[in-house]
């Protein structure tokens, strides 16, 4: 029987990578954020072995071509966050300053972009190819008392008198076709 010990702490030698995929982003500065995304997680790996052999290896296995060029993995500083704290991993020597940082944190979180049909993100968000359907919403009515001297805005004055509505237009809901 094979048993496997592992440390935990700070003296651990084993990293979890948070891996944020499926997405995109979206916003400036601050307001930078990463949207509809999902997230795996690949635990025990030893921080010695990490290299960008693992990145390549744990972006496949989630079902994304390395290779192409509109995908870029990102990994976010320690302590940041989206808006300051993304650098780009696309060698061994990224990975090598990520391995100085494990000591300090034992969760290395990466993000994955990938353009949408060359357009940038913002272009799919901001000028979106479905047009959202008409909404109606109906509302009770309120009766408001007649001001002696006071008259309404000109867009009602073309509106029919109440006692004018037959009671044909009211079975029918008031449509005319």
């Not at 870029?72 to 650098?87: A, C, E, H, Q, T």
């Not at 359907?133 to 805005?153: A, D, F, Q, T, W």
Request: charged letters at 25%.
């Amino acid at each position: 029987m094979l048993v496997i010990w592992y440390t935990v702490g700070l003296d651990s030698t084993h990293i979890s990578v948070e891996i944020h995929h499926g997405g995109f982003f979206c916003g400036v500065g601050a307001n930078h954020t990463y949207v509809d995304e999902k997230v795996d997680w690949f635990d025990h790996m030893d921080v010695d072995l990490w290299c960008y052999f693992w990145v390549v290896e744990f972006v496949t296995k989630l079902g994304y071509v390395v290779s192409a060029p509109n995908l870029k993995v990102y990994w976010l500083l320690p302590g940041k966050d989206i808006s300051d704290g993304l650098r780009i991993i696309s060698s061994d020597l990224d990975t090598k300053v990520m391995r100085e940082f494990a000591d300090k944190t034992m969760n290395f979180v990466l993000y994955i972009y990938h353009h949408y049909q060359g357009l940038p993100p913002e272009d799919i968000v901001l000028n979106p190819v479905a047009a959202l359907p008409k909404v109606l919403s109906p509302m009770k009515v309120h009766y408001v008392e007649k001001i002696p001297g006071k008259r309404l805005p000109d867009m009602y004055k073309d509106l029919p008198k109440a006692d004018a509505v037959s009671e044909v237009d009211l079975a029918d809901g008031g449509s005319d076709a």
